[in-house]
């Protein structure tokens, strides 16, 4: 079992650039693939980003391709989120989780297993 704990969410500006980060307990997400998704109100939840255990694949959604880049820092047993040129529509709470098969990098929510609580992210203009 591994707890996933999300933060670096807030009020940001349009165009700017944010990074969350996703920090984990209980074990090392060396052997978990990690995935971000996001949910705005009255919307489902929605997937963003993707990668295997050793960030060998990774796995972007349209709207954030070119803009995104999820990484992991080992070290410090954290998996982040970057995203620049942020847009209105990037608006949403953003959530990290954790997937026991190590080898995949899954768009699909019920591929998941462990879920941190969200961080909110609100981008003005």
């Known amino acids: 079992q591994v707890q996933l704990v999300e933060s670096g969410g807030g009020l940001m500006q349009a165009g700017g650039s944010l990074r969350l980060s996703c920090a984990a307990s209980?074990?090392?997400?060396?052997?978990?693939?990690m995935g971000w998704f996001r949910q705005a109100p009255g919307k489902e939840r929605e997937f963003v980003a993707a990668s295997n255990s050793i960030s060998s694949v990774t796995t972007y959604t349209d709207s954030v391709k070119g803009r995104a880049t999820i990484s992991r820092d080992n070290a410090k047993n954290t998996v982040y989120l970057h995203m620049n040129s942020l847009k209105l529509e990037d608006t949403a709470v953003y959530y990290c989780?954790?997937?026991?098969?190590?080898?995949?990098?899954?768009?699909?929510?019920?591929?998941?297993?462990?879920w941190g609580q969200g961080t909110q992210v609100t981008v003005s203009s």
């Open positions: 209980g074990r090392t997400l060396i052997n978990y693939s």
């Open positions: 989780a954790a997937n026991g098969e190590r080898s995949s990098a899954s768009t699909r929510e019920a591929e998941y297993d462990y």
